[in-house]
């Protein structure tokens, strides 16, 4: 079955980075967009980053610049790497597999999510 397990969340200054890890297994890995998703308290989930079969990525204005979002077929892992981390990056994130080659935006975009990893930056 289908299984994506993130890691890599922690607590962390402002202005410091993290690398977040997803790792999938039960499917072909190369053959489907990843998306990355935070939620923060008393918000909904919303989209970070995405990146398709072939390669092409998609940001939120919001990490446009600071993230950076990749993947590793060979290893059937996804990244995101996080620099220039603000108050507002605080929350749970969540990789996610589409159903399709290339990604979207939307949560209903994806089928299969992963139990989130918490990133807190906090002064």
């Known amino acids: 079955q289908v299984q994506l397990v993130e890691s890599g969340g922690g607590l962390v200054l402002p202005g410091a980075s993290l690398r977040l890890s997803c790792v999938a297994s039960?499917?072909?890995?190369?053959?489907?967009?990843m998306g990355w998703f935070r939620q923060a308290p008393g918000k909904e989930r919303e989209f970070v980053a995405a990146?398709?079969?072939?390669?092409?990525?998609s940001y939120a204005a919001s990490v446009k610049g600071r993230f950076t979002i990749s993947r590793d077929n060979a290893e059937n892992t996804l990244y995101l790497q996080m620099n220039s981390l603000k108050l507002e990056d605080t929350a749970v994130y969540y990789c996610a597999k589409s159903p399709r080659f290339y990604s979207g935006t939307y949560n209903y975009e994806y089928d299969y999510w992963g139990q989130g990893t918490q990133v807190t930056v906090s002064s």
């Open positions: 990146v398709g079969a072939y390669g092409v990525r």
């Open positions: 039960g499917y072909t890995f190369s053959n489907y967009a």
